[in-house]
């Protein structure tokens, strides 16, 4: 497939490709004139299009194709809420592999386990502004048809009202995930759904009640301890 990207979509053939990408097109990929590509909208939306003018600062593209649907979407959209683990790359392996696996977005936040907070909003601000990138290359790798969402919230009751459909609470103790039924090529009641899973060493029994009384279904994922980092992702594969 060639190689995808996300673009804001002007009037007319002629589109003109993020700035921020010319660097990783002209030097990393070495793309030329003349080269195919497929452009996608965020909006679930796809074209193809041939490389036109490669410049030092901007790159352009002409579409060879109507702008069509993408039929690679998942019909049930999960959030991830993962409270935040220790270290930061374990939440980049979050964003990075489930927008890889079709999470519709993300939603971090400290918990009791985990004092990982980040409390200056200049801070934040960069954060968000890299993990937003870091979503945008994955899910141009993976040719996601919209860009996941990325919220960083303060704490655990910020972050579940934000919590829409169905709501899972990932738990060693809750019954199999497979025995629910909430897949994708399941009958739900809601077309969406919001995983919860925790940081290192899990929820506490209050953030647990707290989550139960949300409204949340305690799932598991199976006999075996996942890590923070690789139980979300675990969930995805199955729901979706």
């Given amino acids: 497939m060639p190689q995808c990207f996300f673009i804001e979509p002007s009037v007319g053939d002629l589109q003109l490709l993020p700035e921020d990408k010319t660097h990783?097109?002209?030097?990393?990929?070495?793309?030329?004139?003349?080269?195919?590509?497929?452009?996608?909208?965020?909006?679930?939306?796809?074209?193809?299009?041939?490389?036109?003018?490669?410049?030092?600062r901007r790159v352009s593209a002409r579409l060879t194709s109507p702008w069509q649907p993408l039929a690679s979407e998942p019909?049930?959209?999960v959030t991830v809420f993962q409270a935040f683990p220790r270290t930061g790359d374990k939440v980049e392996q979050v964003l990075q592999h489930g927008?890889?696996?079709?999470?519709?977005?993300?939603?971090?936040?400290?918990?009791?386990k985990a004092q990982a907070r980040m409390?200056?909003?200049?801070?934040?601000?960069?954060?968000?502004?890299?993990?937003?990138?870091?979503?945008?290359?994955?899910?141009?790798?993976?040719?996601r048809g919209i860009l996941p969402t990325i919220t960083y919230l303060r704490s655990l009751e910020e972050a579940l009202p934000k919590a829409t459909g169905s709501l899972l609470l990932l738990d060693e103790e809750g019954v199999p995930l497979s025995e629910v039924g909430a897949g994708q090529g399941e009958v739900t009641p809601q077309p969406e759904l919001a995983v919860f899973a925790g940081s290192e060493g899990g929820f506490t029994n209050i953030?647990?009640?707290?989550?139960?009384?949300?409204?949340?279904?305690?799932?598991?994922?199976?006999?075996r301890?996942?890590?923070?980092?690789?139980?979300?992702?675990?969930?995805?594969?199955?729901?979706?």
């Fill in 75 to 77: 019909t049930l959209r």
């Fill in 225 to 240: 301890t996942l890590r923070t980092e690789t139980a979300a992702l675990a969930a995805l594969a199955k729901l979706l």
């Fill in 207 to 223: 953030e647990k009640q707290k989550i139960l009384a949300a409204g949340a279904r305690s799932v598991s994922l199976g006999p």
């Fill in 119 to 143: 409390d200056e909003r200049e801070r934040i601000a960069r954060k968000v502004e890299r993990w937003e990138e870091l979503i945008r290359n994955a899910a141009e790798q993976s040719g």
């Fill in 99 to 112: 927008t890889e696996l079709g999470a519709a977005g993300f939603v971090l936040f400290p918990s009791d």
């Fill in 24 to 56: 990783h097109i002209v030097h990393v990929l070495k793309m030329h004139a003349g080269e195919s590509l497929r452009l996608h909208d965020g909006k679930n939306q796809w074209a193809n299009a041939t490389l036109e003018i490669v410049g030092k």
